[in-house]
Structure formats: structure tokens, C-alpha cells
């Protein structure tokens, strides 16, 4: 039993899920550097004739336009705090939340809170601006180096009252997601979507903010991009058959480039350049989350906040190019027409009838969103409709536990009965769905996964979905090997996964099929062929393409120091160019960024064990196991540090512990029988492994562990039947025919 080099956890941690509304999908790296990390200037510099010039300048040509912006969501998206855009109780109003007191109050025209800081501490503190409008506000105070906190408790402008973003939490005061910490940090978290022309400006060195935008709100080029070409054109041009130069954003954009376009904001991603410039693709500048826990159910539905853009690439309607704008107005963003006659700007009539719904008409029940848009409530009070338009499946309830339409409104009724119903008025059977793969693929059948990554009918965000989910797996040399077809994949998603798959495998023999992609049209699969390269130490010296993509490579993490995870990739890129010193250093401003970030102190723990610093290994491994008591990987590790330094009996009760934790860990059962069989206790060992087998029937080394112990205690007739089982999965390994033949000896 060996300490192992990495840890590779399929299970975020215990704290990170509790994060809602945050971007935390990043993978992020850091560029080969001799000496200390330094920020770099951004790739992207405006050209000098292309100005932001403010939304007073459309105006005059665009004043319906405007005047359907003014008061909109988008108008109202941030202002400046103050009588007229304050609209919360801050008359001495008192709001407690979990020991918290919140005060709200005025002096002269300036609004007030008193609240705890990071320390437990109260004081005053400014309200700066106002968030939002609807149905809640929220409120903004400044801090000394530059950044800007979003308060955890916000006005419900609909019930005229305080409540706190996320009760359900228990919240210390120093946590990431508390209103001190990054997770509501306006420069960190918000800022990019909610003002125009932003720039972060983050000093890691320094730790300041020097944030910047040209408008404080969504304005006119936020969306349709710089418009100084644009204007002087319409206002110095007099030749009428002369092309205007195209704006960002316009009337004849596609489709799906319009929805592309809308994306930027209002999807789950992060962020992979240091400021958005207008140009390229959406993937040139983000990284969408894929269909994965916990952001989405395990067939597509929403769970987490998703922004709708992940939601609505699973629709037919994106398919079948319906756009944003086909049921938002583009500039006050209301629906262009309410109830069921929004759908029937579409579709036949005969779906509006009780004939199809098999509801009373005019009831809630009979309105198409509440079938095919469930929703959910997210900060508190605000409610979101799924965007992926699906038909209800009680079925795929019944089987899998995935939560469906009808159960969401019938709560007194089981999934059985919805899809009984559903069966006797639409017949039994259901489309082929994506979701369908999805679901057997997380419960056993691998190749679901493979074949919905083949088919092109079918999202490109499921299928890239499906083949980050497939290479979770351990495959044969032959599935490594059919993987490669991805790497040309017409789709962006798809390619970056097949990229990844192979830097998560660490793939030595596949340079030549992915070095192609360091010169892909699209930037976000030239990062992640770098960082495959870097994965398998591969040298890139005097490859242009490797060097021009690593610099957008920098970039990347740049944009993203002022996260844990930011750092956290630091440290990972740090280790893999064998600069351990500066891995350490990386891991350790995580965890100053983030205290609870866990996934970083376990990288932390391994590498300083590594250097024999046994003592600060075990105490980091303890800080794990006291913040996540339920996180198995820790005790598991633990166990691995006292095995290896010859502590038996903290080894044996710290793998016992991970063999009863989540994440399963297929390892944990493995150390653990053989360190148990190492003791001597043969009997104890079979009982392992025997739980292990009805997770992993299959197990190849599971199974063995099992023959060993079987013949330790004189199990002839179990021992030649776990052996003839091995032959099967291994036909022809030598090793196992010469014990079966040895055990058919009395």
C-alpha cells in the first residue's frame, strides 16, 4: 500500500456546494515562470478608434428604444444609493438573522448599516449603491482596498420587508460566502454582468481593487458594444449607399449568435479573459459549466443558479433556432405577450385545450410554463423558470429519484401515480432524450455516456456533458483510444472535453492528435491543449502555437487570482513544473482567500508530507476532517500518512472511516482490506471487500483482495469461485490460471 502522488477527488467539497450564488466553475492555470508570479496586461486593448461613448449618444436615433430600456432591470441593474434609489426600511429598522443584528439607518441624506464584520465586530458601514430592483434589492458598502461588498441581507421589494440571502446556512462570520467574503464581492462576483465597459483591475501582489466602468448600469453598450464608429458614421457620413460599420449586437445577427451573445451574462461560467472586448466567440472569453452537480439535476434540471443559458442549449426551441428576443423584448426584457398566447405565438392551438393538458382551463395547471418551466426560488425570494422547455418525466422519477412537473405541483401524489397518468393519456412511450443517457450513465451503463457524446442530434452541452462524465471512469486502452474522434468534433464543448479527457488520463501517446488544437479557431480549446501539455510535462520549446496559447493561458488565471480557486491552480501548474516552493505558497493564499476551501489544504497536506513535514500533513488532513466530517477522501488520506509512517492502529480506524463516507472510494475499500489482511484478520478483510463488490461487482482488484484472503483462511470452494470469476473478467491472465489450478488440489 503506497501513499499516492495526487489526489484526484470526484466530489467537490462540502463547503463549495453550499455556494449559490457564485461562479465556481474555473480551471485555471498557471504559465511557466522562473520567479514569482506576477500579473500580466490584458491580451485584449481597445483600438484607439473604438470608443465606449455613452448611451446619451443613441438617444437621438434610438429614443423608443430607450425609453423601453429606461426603468428596465437592465437600467436599474446598479445605481448610485441614494433617496430616490434606495428602497429599503432604513428608518432604525432592526432585522436579526441567527444571532446577527442588522441595523438600518440614515444620517442626513446617507444610508447606514451596523453589522458584524469578518471578526464578529460591529460597525457602520455606508451604503454606496443600490443592487437590482426587483423582487429584491441589494446594497453595497465600500471596503479600504477597493473592493465593494454586497450585503447577505437584502429588501424584498414585494413584501416590503428584510430577509438574509441565505437562511438556511450557517454562516461564521469569516466565510467566502458571507457578505465580507469573495462570494459577495461586487468587483469579484458581480460586477462584469451588471455595469457597462468593466474593468476588475485586481492587484494579487497588493490585494487591491482598482475596479472601473465607463456606465454604473447594463446601458446601451454593454450589449451592442462600443458605438463610436457607429454614431460618427450616422452623424458625419452624407453618402447613403455607403456600409454603417456593424455594431456587436444587431437585428440580423443569427439566432443562435444572438443567444451566444446574451450569454455572457445570464450563464453559470467563468471567466477565461482579463476584460471582454466584443470580439470572437462567447467561448473566446468564458467557460460555461457544464450539466453537472450540484449547479444541475443529473438530467438537465435546474438546481443550483444557472443564469438559463446552460438550460436553454437543452431546448428543442434553441435547436430549432428560436432566440431570446422571440419572447423577451430585446430592450425593457418584459415577455411580449402573457400566459399561454406567449407559446401559441408558436405552436397549434390544440395545445391550449384540456385535450393535451388534461387540466381546467384558465388554472394554474393549464399554463405551459408550469408543465414545461418548472422552477425554483433562488436568493431568497427570487423565482426562476427552467429554461430547457422539457416534457415532464414521472417516469425517469420513478427509476432514478430526478424530480418531475407534475410531482412538483401534485405533492400529495407519488411519481408512480404521475406516470401511470401520464402513460394513459400519451401512451408509454417517450421520446429518445438526451436526459435518457444521462441518467443510465450515472447509474452503471458507460456506454449510455459514450453513445450520447456520439450523436450529434443531440445538445452539444449534454454530449460534452456525457463525455466528462465517461472519462470519469477508468477505460480500457481501446476507450482511451476511440476517444480521440471528439478531438475534431464540430462542436467547441465537445472538443475541449475530449481535450480535458486526455489531460485528466494523462495521456502520454495523443501529442500529435491534440497538438493541432493549440491553433483551434476558438480560445478555449487552444487553453485546454496547453493544459494537456503542461500535464504531461511535455516539451513545447520553439512550438508558436503552444507559446501564443499559453500567453492567453496566463491571462486565465490572471482574471481569476482574487478566487481560491484561482490560486488553487496556481499551485496545481506551480507543482507541475516542479516549483514546489511556489505550489505551497499558491495553496496557502487560497486558503487565505478561503479558509474552507478544502480541496486546497488536501493538495497542501500531500505536497508538505512529501517534503516530511509528517506533523503539518496530519494537522491539515484533521482541519479537513473537523470543517467536512462527512468528506471520506480526508480520512482516507490520513490513513494512507499513518500507514506509511507505521501507525497501525490510527491507520486502520482512519481507512475504516472512509469506507463509511462519501464520496465511495473504490481505493479506500482496497488499502483497507489489504491493510487489514497485512494485520492478519483475513475475516475482516472479506467482509471489506464483500461491501465493496455490491458497489463494484466487477472490480478486478477488489476481487483479488477477496481471493487472497479466502485462501489465507483455507476457503478452498470460495476461493476457486472468486478465482474462476477473475478468469472471466481476465481470460488470460497466467497469474490466475496457475491458482485455479492449484486450488482444484484438495
Known amino acids: 500500500m503506497s501513499f499516492p502522488k495526487d489526489i484526484n477527488s470526484k466530489k467537490f467539497s462540502y463547503y463549495l456546494k453550499k455556494v449559490c450564488n457564485l461562479l465556481i466553475i474555473f480551471f485555471l492555470v498557471y504559465a511557466c515562470k522562473k520567479h514569482e508570479y506576477q500579473p500580466k496586461n490584458s491580451v485584449h486593448n481597445k483600438t ?54 442588522n441595523t438600518f439607518f440614515k444620517q442626513g441624506d446617507d444610508f447606514y448599516v451596523n453589522t458584524a464584520d469578518k471578526n464578529g465586530d460591529y460597525h457602520d458601514y455606508k451604503i454606496v449603491y443600490t443592487f437590482g430592483v426587483t423582487p429584491l434589492q441589494q446594497y453595497i458598502v465600500k471596503f479600504p482596498n477597493g473592493a465593494y461588498q454586497c450585503l447577505i441581507t437584502a429588501w424584498d421589494t414585494e413584501k416590503g420587508l428584510w430577509f438574509h440571502l441565505q437562511p438556511n446556512l450557517e454562516l461564521a462570520h469569516d466565510e467566502w460566502i458571507n457578505w465580507t467574503g469573495g462570494a459577495m464581492r461586487w468587483n469579484t462576483a458581480c460586477a462584469d454582468c451588471h455595469s457597462t465597459n468593466l474593468d476588475k483591475n485586481f492587484n494579487s501582489n497588493t490585494d487591491t481593487f482598482n475596479t472601473t466602468f465607463s456606465e454604473i448600469n447594463v446601458s446601451c453598450e454593454a450589449c451592442h458594444g462600443t458605438a463610436s464608429n457607429h454614431v460618427s458614421f450616422y452623424k458625419n457620413n452624407n453618402n447613403k449607399d455607403s456600409v454603417p460599420p456593424k455594431l456587436y449586437m444587431s437585428k440580423s445577427l443569427a439566432s443562435k449568435s444572438l443567444v451566444e451573445k446574451c450569454a455572457r451574462c445570464h450563464s453559470r461560467r467563468g471567466q477565461i479573459t482579463k476584460k471582454f472586448n466584443y470580439e470572437g466567440h462567447f467561448l473566446d472569453h468564458y467557460n460555461p459549466s457544464l450539466l453537472i452537480d450540484p449547479i444541475y439535476e443529473l438530467d438537465g434540471q435546474i438546481k443550483d443558479e444557472d443564469y438559463v443559458y446552460g438550460s436553454f442549449m437543452q431546448s428543442k426551441m434553441y435547436q430549432n433556432n428560436v432566440a431570446c428576443v422571440d419572447c423577451h423584448d430585446a430592450h425593457s426584457l418584459k415577455l411580449k405577450k402573457t400566459g399561454n398566447s406567449l407559446c401559441l405565438s408558436c405552436h397549434e392551438p390544440k395545445y391550449d385545450s384540456k385535450s393535451h393538458h388534461y387540466h381546467e382551463v384558465n388554472t394554474e395547471g393549464s399554463q405551459c410554463i408550469n408543465c414545461h418551466m418548472t422552477g425554483k426560488i433562488y436568493m431568497g425570494n427570487d423565482f426562476r423558470r427552467d429554461h430547457s422547455f422539457r416534457v415532464p418525466r414521472p417516469d425517469q422519477s420513478v427509476k432514478y429519484g430526478t424530480p418531475n412537473a407534475c410531482n412538483g405541483c401534485h405533492k400529495d401524489k407519488s411519481p408512480e401515480w404521475a406516470s401511470e397518468f401520464i402513460n394513459s393519456k400519451y401512451g408509454a412511450k417517450r421520446p429518445d432524450h438526451f436526459s435518457n443517457y444521462l441518467l443510465d450513465g450515472y447509474n452503471g451503463n458507460h456506454e449510455a455516456l459514450y453513445s450520447l457524446a456520439s450523436q450529434n442530434k443531440f445538445p452539444e452541452i449534454a454530449r460534452a456533458t456525457a463525455l466528462y462524465q465517461y472519462t470519469n471512469y477508468a477505460l480500457t486502452d481501446k476507450e482511451i483510444h476511440d476517444i480521440r474522434k471528439f478531438l475534431k468534433d464540430p462542436s467547441i464543448l465537445v472538443r475541449k472535453e475530449a481535450v480535458r479527457s486526455f489531460e485528466k488520463i494523462r495521456g502520454q501517446n495523443y501529442h500529435a492528435d491534440i497538438e493541432p488544437l493549440l491553433k483551434d479557431s476558438i480560445r478555449l480549446v487552444r487553453i485546454s491543449a496547453v493544459k494537456y501539455f503542461n500535464s504531461i510535462a511535455a516539451d513545447m520549446t520553439g512550438n508558436k502555437h503552444f507559446k501564443k496559447a499559453e500567453k492567453e493561458y496566463l491571462e486565465e488565471l490572471d482574471m481569476n487570482t482574487d478566487f481560491a480557486s484561482g490560486q488553487h491552480q496556481i499551485a496545481v501548474y506551480n507543482e507541475m513544473k516542479g516549483r514546489t516552493d511556489l505550489a505551497i505558497k499558491a495553496y496557502k493564499k487560497s486558503l487565505e482567500i478561503d479558509n474552507r476551501y478544502n480541496i486546497s489544504r488536501m493538495n497542501l497536506a500531500l505536497l508538505v508530507y512529501k517534503q516530511g513535514d509528517i506533523q503539518e500533513a496530519k494537522n491539515l488532513y484533521l482541519k479537513v476532517i473537523e470543517l467536512e466530517p462527512d ?116
Open 48 to 101: 484607439e478608434h473604438q470608443k465606449f461613448v455613452g448611451k446619451e449618444a443613441c438617444i437621438e436615433c434610438h429614443k423608443s428604444e430607450y425609453d423601453s430600456w429606461n426603468g428596465s432591470h437592465h437600467q436599474q441593474a446598479m445605481k448610485i444609493a441614494d433617496s430616490t434609489t434606495v428602497l429599503g426600511d432604513f428608518n432604525n429598522k432592526t432585522f436579526e438573522h441567527k444571532g446577527v443584528k
Open 631 to 746: 468528506y471520506g477522501n480526508s480520512y482516507y488520506m490520513l490513513g494512507l500518512l499513518f500507514n506509511e509512517i507505521g501507525d497501525t492502529k490510527n491507520a486502520l480506524k482512519y481507512l475504516d472511516e472512509a469506507c463509511n463516507k462519501e464520496p465511495v472510494n473504490i481505493r479506500a475499500f482496497y488499502n483497507y482490506a489489504l491493510k487489514l489482511q497485512a494485520e492478519g484478520l483475513n475475516k475482516k478483510s472479506i467482509e471489506i471487500i464483500n461491501r465493496a463488490l455490491v458497489i463494484f461487482p466487477e472490480n478486478e482488484n477488489l476481487l483479488y483482495v477477496k481471493l487472497i484472503g479466502e485462501i489465507n483462511l483455507k476457503q478452498h470452494i470460495k476461493a476457486y469461485n472468486t478465482c474462476s470469476k477473475l478468469i472471466q473478467l481476465v481470460p488470460n491472465n497466467a497469474n490466475y490460471k496457475q491458482i485455479l489450478e492449484s486450488l482444484k488440489t484438495p
